[in-house]
């Protein structure tokens, strides 16, 4: 993975956050954080088309797939008031029982 290509998800992340503030008119995000079972739903719809791109799609299919994935996650954890440093830590976590 090329370094530094991680940054702007922080950047999407504040972005969600000030939706959850500010549930302003019009918003796509805004639409979701108003209603966690849509957010959930539209959730495992990107998974299972992402399963699909996985399966049979090209490499740009299944980058566009995950990005549609990885935006609805980002917006499920703010829901339950964790983000993506929540997942990494967890992850961290998991490395370090490998390591040890
Ligand atoms: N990164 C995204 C993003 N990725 C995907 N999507 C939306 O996720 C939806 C994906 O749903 P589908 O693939 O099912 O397509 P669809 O048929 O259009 O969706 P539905 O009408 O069925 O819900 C589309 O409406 C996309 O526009 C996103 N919507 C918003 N963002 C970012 O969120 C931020 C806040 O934007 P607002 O939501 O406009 O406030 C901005 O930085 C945006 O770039």
Do not use: N
């Amino acid at each position: 993975m090329s370094s530094g290509c991680l940054g702007f998800l922080e950047e999407l992340d504040r972005v969600i956050e000030q939706r959850a503030r500010e549930l302003p008119e019009g918003s796509y995000t805004a639409k979701l954080l108003r209603d966690p079972a849509l957010a959930a739903r539209k959730l495992g719809e990107e998974a299972a088309e992402a399963m699909v791109e996985a399966l049979a799609g090209t490499r740009e299919r299944l980058v566009e797939e995950a990005a549609d994935l990885l935006y609805h996650l980002m917006v499920v954890l703010r829901l339950r008031g964790a983000s993506l440093c929540d997942v990494a830590r967890a992850l961290e976590a998991r490395a370090g029982w490998r390591r040890g």
